[in-house]
């Protein structure tokens, strides 16, 4: 039987605080150094996209983006979309700005500098600014035959940031303002790195929610339980591509 060498081991939870001290000085370092707010939201979401691209697998897009549907609606532009990269395309980039199907998003975050009644309310209308989308979906075929139109999967929303303002951060303030939103405008995950994480998994009761109030575990456990998320929610429905042809053609002028 051979014996693992003393040292041969890797601590998980151990990488996860060390990326999450490096996260948390490149935040604070943005916030000591950048006083003009646009630069400090822009590096402070470079940041958090980074974390984001670096840990996910690589099915996985993540991008800054305005969300588009069949009928021409267009969302609020997102900090973060978490958008399926092999099925579906990035139908056009802008200036830096991505559109993205409907179709092809999983989660959409958006970033603040603290958790706060007033960041609960705003993530949410953004969130809900996707969700109220028109998504389509059609069969396809595969290696095995034809797989029926899938229903499209509930879109994941959340709030991230470094502080909270809250004292305790993750108590019943935040539960308060969690149960504020409708069902369009629910949050499911918020991550504050120096005050904790939640996660709320029922986004009808809201009175359910799952915490770390731990700040030095406040990555992993988001991150984890993000990742777990979108692994149950599989992949996303297949665009119906000529439905979108008859579309833009019924949209072109003349």
Request: with cysteine; charged share 20%.
């Amino acid at each position: 039987m051979t014996t693992d060498p003393p040292g041969n081991r890797f601590d998980l939870a151990e990488a996860f605080r060390a990326r999450q001290q490096q996260l948390e000085a490149d935040l604070g370092f943005g916030r000591t150094v950048l006083a003009h707010p646009g630069t400090l939201g822009d590096a402070t979401e470079l940041d958090w996209r980074g974390m984001l691209a670096d840990f996910l697998p690589r099915r996985y897009g993540i991008a800054k983006a305005f969300v588009i549907d069949i009928d021409g609606a267009m969302s609020h532009q997102l900090d973060i979309v978490i958008h399926d990269r092999h099925y579906s395309p990035v139908l056009f980039e802008v200036g830096g700005a991505h559109f993205i199907p409907a179709e092809s998003v999983y989660a959409v975050f958006e970033i603040k500098q603290s958790l706060s009644k007033k960041h609960i309310k705003y993530a949410g209308d953004k969130i809900a600014s996707v969700r109220r989308l028109h998504r389509t979906s059609v069969g396809f075929t595969t290696a095995t035959g034809v797989a029926p139109a899938q229903e499209p999967k509930r879109i994941l929303g959340g709030l991230l940031a470094l502080d909270s303002e809250w004292t305790p951060a993750l108590g019943k303030p935040l539960r308060k303002a969690l149960a504020s939103r409708t069902v369009e405008q629910a949050i499911d995950f918020g991550c504050a790195l120096r005050a904790g994480a939640f996660e709320v998994p029922d986004s009808t009761g809201r009175d359910d929610m799952w915490t770390s109030s731990d700040p030095t575990t406040s990555l992993i456990f988001f991150a984890l339980r993000l990742l777990k998320r979108l692994q149950a929610m599989a992949t996303v429905p297949a665009m119906d591509f000529a439905a979108y042809i008859e579309s833009a053609q019924t949209q072109s002028p003349g």
